[in-house]
């Protein structure tokens, strides 16, 4: 079965730090990952996709097969970057010859960064 | 383009009282989904449409929650009858196409929902 783990709930650094969210995964298939941000009461928005391979915000994530990981990473936390951040995962089924997919996030990880 | 839309942005009901919900997808997104936000839980999915047919509905908690998609611009999410504990923030996204090549979803604001 597919499942998505963030270990850390609440992430704290101070401005300019280096931050870094874990996000592991489990899936038997190719996986399909992405990065959501929910910046306070507001939608979820796509930060990152793992195919696109693209730094957005100064964030970047490199899908590791081998660790089964896709961590996020940016170098120099903004006060800005305080946000819940959602790993998900895309699994993709057959369904009346149309190859559907729907996502699986994790719990999150509230980042805040302090001034 | 004005994304997912939903309503009502806040909802606040007494134990017992049906519930709907409302999401306009984007047009031309053929794929439909709601979700649940709680603390405790995390995102939830609930129910999942492909052009207006459910497709998976096991995330919906119990017989008491229903949801209809009657066209591809629209789609209701119920409760009836509520309860407190369905208190959450329930969101609507959508997606264009259906396979790994296509893009993430894009999410509706939300509906803060407090039962008492």
């Known amino acids: 079965a597919q499942r998505v783990t963030q270990p850390e709930k609440l992430l704290s650094v101070f401005k300019g730090a280096p931050v870094e969210l874990k996000c592991n995964y489990s899936y038997s298939g190719s996986p399909e990952l992405f990065w959501y941000v929910q910046y306070s009461r507001q939608r979820l928005q796509l930060l990152l996709r793992?195919?696109s391979r693209e730094s957005i915000k100064g964030f970047t994530a490199d899908l590791n097969k081998g660790e089964t990981s896709f961590h996020l990473k940016k170098p120099f936390a903004q006060e800005e970057d305080s946000a819940m951040y959602y790993c998900a995962l895309s699994k993709y089924s057959r369904w009346r010859g149309s190859t559907l997919g729907r996502l699986y996030f994790g719990r999150g990880t509230q980042l805040t960064v302090w001034p | 383009d004005a994304g997912v839309i939903q309503s009502p942005r806040h909802e606040v009901t007494e134990m017992g009282q049906e519930v709907t919900l409302r999401c306009k997808p984007i047009?031309?997104?053929?794929?439909l989904f709601w979700y649940r936000q709680t603390m405790m839980r995390g995102l939830e999915l609930l129910i999942y449409f492909n052009n207006n047919v459910p497709i998976d509905d096991s995330g919906m908690p119990e017989d008491r929650f229903s949801a209809k998609m009657p066209n591809a611009s629209f789609s209701t999410l119920k409760i009836q009858p509520s309860e407190p504990r369905d208190s959450a923030v329930y969101f609507c996204a959508s997606r264009a196409g259906t396979g790994p090549s296509s893009y993430g979803y894009t999410f509706g604001s939300g509906t803060r929902l407090t039962v008492v």
């Open positions: 047009s031309g997104h053929n794929s």
């Open positions: 793992h195919i």
